[in-house]
């Protein structure tokens, strides 16, 4: 399948579709995506008509890339509109970062194109080239791991943000109610159906902060005093632990009043042995973080080690890094498969050792960890321990570039 690795959605795939469709070179698209996966792109800059990046080629140049996209007029913003404010299940799944192809199919029933098509696609690159060149196709494949995390990326190239967008969508929401209301008043009590409410329900701007919500960069409490304190007790401890409860209690509640919180999955409670590795990674001082690598039975160097893996991706970067696991014969023959679809279209291709969940690169101080989530992790060795070196990444080869690219 092209495009492996950068496009789960339908409407990524079909992104990448329209790029393979519009190049003329088709070993230009291939090169690209070896760039995008080894981390050429730079911060993309999306726009309504265009995104632009700054891309690296292998010997270090860098060249601005530009991808034009036609944006919608505003007759057919306004048929788009009037479609989706007609339709709840259209609202929702926006909300919910999904583009259903039905909505696609409304839209074009109703003469919008909301996917690029052939030609739709148009490259524009300081490298000179007049067609898609590897630099615009790397460009084209990052932007199709935007577009599977947030669809509203693509209607802002089409030519209107998110918030403007939500607030049409309201507003059309708001008049039909009304019109509905003053239509029916005659026959039904005054309201509003339910229906309606439902599907305006996150079109409603957010409330303001509670007062509750104390300042995040308030003093923590000063527990000395007068009176000495008991036998045993560390008062300089009891101060640093009340700070991060109250830490973790406003992130809590910020998050439990934020829009959308009720879709927000509950965390696993950490483990003691999990918890003290939290502490010791904000920085306590030195004789806090003596007592916690005490307390949980770490080093001092294997705290410090599992405190640089939890910068990387907490609980699931430290598991990672302490446990050791065997994948069952139809999760190992699915990892097989995807890496080597990873690198299908690279003649470098680095020869792998496995060794349970853990491959190591040959003739490298570079391996990489499979999680039980199904995220890679890339790790170095160094001093003779295998050593965290960067956050995870579904793909196997970008996880990897990271490490190759520092070398």
């Known amino acids: ?71 919608l007029s505003g007759a057919d913003w306004e048929r788009l509109l009037d479609l989706v404010a007609d339709r709840a299940g259209h609202i929702a799944a926006l909300l919910d ?17 909301l996917l690029p098509g052939i030609g739709d696609l148009e490259p524009e690159c300081a490298c000179e080239a007049w067609d898609h060149c590897a630099h615009t196709a790397a460009l084209c494949h990052q932007v199709a791991r935007l577009l599977d995390q947030d669809p509203f ?27 509905r209301q003053t239509r029916e008043s005659s026959q039904v009590p005054a309201g509003v159906l339910a229906s309606e409410v439902f599907a305006a329900r996150d079109l409603i701007p957010p409330l303001p ?5 104390a300042d995040a960069t308030a003093r923590p409490p000063v527990l000395t005093g007068s009176t000495p304190a008991g036998p045993g007790l560390d008062v300089g401890a009891l101060e640093f632990l009340v700070a991060d409860a109250a830490a973790r209690a406003r992130q809590l ?35 806090i973080t003596a007592r916690l690598a005490a307390d949980s039975g770490y080093g001092r160097a294997e705290l410090a080690r599992a405190v640089r893996a939890w910068g990387h ?18 999760e190992l023959a699915r990892v097989r498969a995807r890496l080597a679809a990873a690198w299908e279209d690279d003649d470098k291709a680095p020869r792998l050792r496995a060794t349970r969940n853990r491959w190591t690169v040959v003739g490298t101080g570079t ?16 001093g ?12 196997p080869a970008a996880a990897l570039a990271v490490l190759l690219t520092e070398e």
């Open 367 to 382: 391996q990489l960890r499979y999680g039980r989530d199904g995220r890679w992790w890339p790790y170095r060795k160094e």
């Open 209 to 213: 902060h509670a007062p509750l919500l």
């Open 97 to 113: 970062r999904d583009m259903p192809p039905h909505l696609v199919e409304d839209a074009a029933a109703a003469g919008v194109d």
């Open 384 to 395: 003779g321990r295998w050593e965290p070196a960067g956050p995870c990444d579904l793909d």
């Open 1 to 71: 399948m092209s495009g492996r690795g950068f496009a789960e959605t339908w409407w990524g795939r079909a992104w990448l579709r329209a790029l393979e469709d519009t190049a003329l070179d088709g070993q230009q698209v291939k090169a690209g995506r070896r760039h995008a996966r080894a981390g050429a792109v730079g911060a993309m800059s999306v726009r309504p008509g265009r995104i632009t990046a700054l891309v690296r080629d292998p010997d270090g140049m860098r060249y601005r890339s530009d991808v034009v996209i036609q944006e």
């Open 253 to 287: 509640l910020a998050e439990a009043l934020a829009p959308g919180h009720e879709r927000t999955p509950v965390a696993d409670a950490l483990t003691a042995r999990q918890d003290a590795v939290r502490l010791a990674a904000a920085g306590p001082p030195e004789r």
């Open 153 to 179: 990326v693509l209607l802002l190239m089409r030519g209107r943000g998110e918030r403007e967008l939500l607030d049409e969508l309201q507003a059309r929401s708001v008049s039909r109610a009304a019109s």
């Open 313 to 330: 991706g907490g609980a699931a970067a430290l598991a990672v890094l302490e446990e050791e696991w065997t994948p069952g014969p139809e």
